[in-house]
């Protein structure tokens, strides 16, 4: 092949084609430069690409391969389906890229359930199953396209690729298609992705800007889901949508995902959790499908396993949510537009204004034709013009006779008459002359008239035209196209508080190494592979690591633990030996932020440093402690007690406060502490059926860790729980509030069984159990529950035939009923079915005060810091006298890297 080559180059003299500084006279060689030809030919195939093939136009929202289709499809029209082949083949006379290309987007367009009325298996965007072949299925346009999409008085046409056909520039779609389809492309050097909206809100948000009113538009996807589109941007570049499935629990052992986020298919999601529990990320038992019309699929949980985490672990770590980065790119006068989809609707509504003024003025023009030539037609057979011509022998004396005997009838017409206009009386038939009608005639104009009338009417109000233009497409083409993506504001899943806890951390403490593989050494906790760990050794040194199967972090470990980012809870109490000769110090500290693998030195970084008591508490726990000093001839006490509650929480860099200048024998704990953290304020938020400590929501009140939740059902379910910012509550709960484990519950709820209504008051007997409070009959159903000390129940009564309306009565539920057990039937409230049960206002009630306990005393961190600062300056001031040496609490700068 080389040798063919040559020999061709040999043959074909280039000189002619070089320009002179390119030819090299002292050789027969030449060299030819082809970057002009490579940069022209590669913008001439960019273009084409964006233009003819990814990138949709503004003015009708179709590329062009969608527009020949749907061109195709009107041609083919005749109110019968046609086969999806032969749509294909007539429109490969206007694309030039093959049939594969065509029959692809036609089933796109087909999916979207929108301009092709479809018959046959179109495949399933659900399951991702792909349509059948072409030949097998079939098409025809749909009624909202005929409606909408076509008229060829206003539309522009131009020569298809062969010169053969004529097809639109840009078809006259009165309605934003663009944004009720969406779209998706990848060109040379851009892309696209309008995502799709829903149908009716954006005909409300066109008669909106048609009003001059501001509107808002957001996404609305065919796999309905659930969607935050708080970072939206409007479609434009550097926004984002979050989607997720709709997640439920059928039961404590079984998830239900009964639809999908955009983009995804059931095929597609299943893999993703498959693959999430290969990898130890979540944990399943098995996994169904029974996906048909509506998605199904059963995720089943292994026993012990809580659903409520699993769910936030499937946002997690599968495809169950999925985020979607918008580009709003369109094509306006053959260029590229980066535009919002705010302004693509406005430039559509603008656009079907426009169109509709087209179409107007075009039957304005046809109808004052119509009414002009009818006119023509009465004057001419009325008055017996024809007759005038009987004696003409030239043409020109036929149109000269008539154009005479017009002339004293036409003063009325609004325009001038015309050739053709002669010519078309004198092709009227004898038989229409002897029939002619003169009333009906008149009728015919009169009703031109009207209709003259009324399209300059819609010309003079156009815009209120155009919004009843949008009300009709509303009411004829509206039903069933209600959203079906939920809108929601997501709150942040961190992976490491729902990932299972896949395998155990060990520590080998003299060695300094901890890891996953260290079986035979000491078991730590269960971890998952995302975790990180912090260590403190006995030198006084910290860090933060990755699990990994073997680490070395540092000789004689004293603490290891799952570290928690941003916990200001967590308090780690010290007492340390500075160095060899120095004082010993003590220090409380919370660790929010490091630089993974870092080494910090919390105990000074002087030779024989030494930790001598260490203790995290996750709580903010301060105990007491006894610090035994060595027995030398200068020291006469021996002993010191230090309760950690005097100290004051600073930051991990500072020394503290001193204990002792003196060499310290041993530290031993005296006496456990409480918390000295005051309780958390715990918020639920109803839009996303969270709870959470940012203030967002409702306030629960104040929690310590020994508080509770109660929650109540509306199927009669009572239970508690400790309150954590991951659970899940269901969608039929009607209380959530602060536990009081003195408070009754009071009930009232219909027997099914025994057909009466029964009434009860209880305490919760075992909080972490979960039990039902009504009968368990077929039937069975909760009317009213209230956690009031004294609730007053209201009763309203049907009325009786033949007697008069019965007065509401009043019932005191403390009266009526005694507090038992959460298992009894309760006392029966009433025999007949009632028109209505409601609360009432309670009856007062003051809740004794709570009977102090002695010599224990819990404050919060104000208080600590009140008390602390008189105390801390006396400690400062006898430590300035004494040569005492302390540092600022933030101590050194922080980098966080996660």
Not at 301 to 329: H, M, Q
Not at 545 to 556: E, P, Q, R
């Amino acid at each position: 092949m080389s040798d063919e080559i040559n020999d061709l180059n040999e043959e074909e003299d280039l000189t002619p084609y070089l320009e002179p500084d390119q030819i090299d006279e002292g050789t027969a060689e030449a060299i030819t430069r082809v970057s002009g030809m490579f940069e022209d030919w590669f913008l001439d195939y960019a273009s084409y690409v964006i233009l003819e093939r990814a990138v949709p136009a503004i003015e009708d929202g179709f590329k062009p391969v969608q527009r020949r289709i749907m061109h195709s499809l009107k041609e083919l029209d005749d109110g019968r389906y046609n086969k999806v082949a032969n749509v294909v083949g007539h429109t490969m006379q206007y694309h030039p890229h093959g049939d594969a290309s065509i029959g692809d987007a036609m089933v796109q367009i087909g999916q979207k359930d929108l301009l092709i009325d479809t018959q046959g298996n179109w495949g399933n965007i659900l399951t991702g199953d792909r349509a059948a072949a072409s030949r097998y299925i079939e098409a025809r346009l749909s009624k909202f396209a005929l409606d909408v999409v076509y008229n060829p008085k206003i539309t522009d046409w131009q020569s298809s690729y062969d010169g053969r056909k004529k097809e639109p520039i840009n078809l006259p779609v009165m309605f934003p298609m663009l944004l009720a389809q969406g779209a998706e492309g990848i060109a040379v050097g851009l892309s696209t992705k309008v995502l799709p909206h829903n149908f009716i809100e954006l005909i409300n948000a066109s008669i909106k800007h048609l009003q001059g009113k501001r509107f808002t538009i957001y996404p609305d996807f065919p796999t309905s889901g659930i969607a935050d589109f708080s970072d939206y941007k409007d479609g434009l570049r550097g926004g984002k949508v979050r989607c997720r499935a709709r997640i439920s629990q059928l039961d404590k052992n079984t998830l239900v995902i009964s639809e999908l986020p955009f983009g995804q298919t059931t095929t597609s999601l299943i893999d993703s959790i498959l693959k999430a529990n290969d990898k130890g990320k979540i944990k399943i038992k098995k996994i169904e499908d029974n996906t048909s019309a509506l998605v199904e699929i059963l995720v089943h949980l292994p026993n012990g396993l809580s659903p409520d985490r699993t769910i936030d672990a499937l946002y997690a770590f599968t495809n169950c949510e999925t985020s979607i980065s918008p580009l709003g790119c369109v094509i306006e006068d053959n260029k590229p537009l980066f535009v919002g989809v705010t302004e693509m609707l406005r430039r559509s509504t603008d656009r079907t204004k426009e169109l509709l003024k087209s179409e107007l003025e075009i039957q304005l023009g046809e109808f004052e034709n119509q009414w002009h030539y009818a006119s023509l037609e009465r004057i001419f057979i009325e008055n017996r013009i024809y007759r005038d011509i009987e004696e003409e022998e030239t043409w020109d004396g036929v149109i000269k006779a008539i154009d005479k005997g017009l002339k004293p009838y036409i003063g009325h017409l609004k325009r001038a008459v015309t050739v053709e206009d002669i010519t078309r009386l004198t092709e009227i038939r004898i038989k229409r002359i002897s029939k002619f009608d003169i009333d009906k005639a008149q009728q015919k104009i009169d009703a031109l008239e009207d209709q003259i009338a009324q399209v300059k009417h819609h010309l003079d109000n156009l815009t209120q035209y155009a919004v009843d233009y949008f009300k009709r497409l509303k009411k004829d083409y509206g039903e069933g196209k209600e959203r079906k993506t939920e809108i929601k504001i997501f709150d942040d899943i961190q992976a490491t508080k729902v990932v299972l806890r896949n395998t155990k951390l060990y520590v080998n403490r003299k060695e300094g190494f901890i890891g996953t593989s260290l079986k035979r050494d000491e078991y730590v906790t269960d971890c998952s592979d995302i975790d990180d760990v912090i260590v403190f050794t006995k030198s006084g040194s910290m860090m933060v690591t990755k699990v990994d199967a073997k680490t070395f972090v540092g000789k004689d470990i004293i603490h290891v633990a799952i570290f928690k980012k941003k916990d200001k809870r967590t308090t780690y109490n010290m007492i340390y030996r500075a160095g060899t000769g120095l004082p010993t110090y003590v220090k409380r500290f919370n660790i929010t932020s490091v630089t993974r693998n870092k080494d910090y030195q919390l105990a000074g970084d002087k030779k024989g440093a030494q930790v001598l008591y260490f203790t995290a508490n996750p709580n903010g726990e301060a105990e007491v402690v006894t610090v035994y000093l060595r027995a030398v001839a200068s020291v006469k006490k021996l002993r010191l007690e230090i309760d950690f509650v005097d100290v004051m929480i600073k930051g991990r860099a500072s020394k503290g406060n001193i204990v002792t200048k003196n060499a310290v024998k041993s530290v031993e704990l005296k006496e456990k502490g409480l918390s000295t953290l005051k309780p958390r304020k715990i918020w639920f938020d109803d839009t996303v059926q969270r709870l959470n400590v940012d203030g967002r929501g409702e306030l629960l009140g104040e929690f310590k860790s020994s508080d509770r939740l109660l929650i109540i059902n509306q199927h009669g379910n009572a239970r508690t729980i400790i309150p954590e910012v991951t659970h899940h509550f269901d969608e039929d709960m009607i209380v959530l509030e602060k536990w009081n484990p003195k408070k009754p519950i009071t009930a009232i709820y219909w027997d099914g069984s025994k057909e009466r209504y029964y009434g009860k008051r209880f305490l919760i007997e075992a909080p972490d159990k979960d039990e039902v409070f009504i009968s368990d009959n077929t039937g069975s159903q909760l009317e009213l529950v209230s956690t009031d000390w004294r609730p007053v129940a209201e009763m309203v009564f049907y009325k009786e035939r033949g007697k008069d309306q019965r007065e509401n009565e009043e019932v005191s539920m403390e009266d009526f009923i005694a507090v038992k057990g959460i298992t009894a039937l309760g006392n029966q409230f009433y025999t007949e079915k009632l028109k209505g049960l409601n609360w009432l206002d309670s009856l007062p009630y003051e809740e004794p005060e709570p009977v102090k306990k002695e010599n224990i005393e819990v404050v919060d961190e104000e208080t600590v810091a009140a008390k602390n600062g008189t105390k801390d300056k006396k400690e400062q001031d006898t430590a300035n006298s004494k040569g005492s040496d302390t540092e600022d609490p933030e101590g050194e700068s922080q980098t966080t890297l996660f």
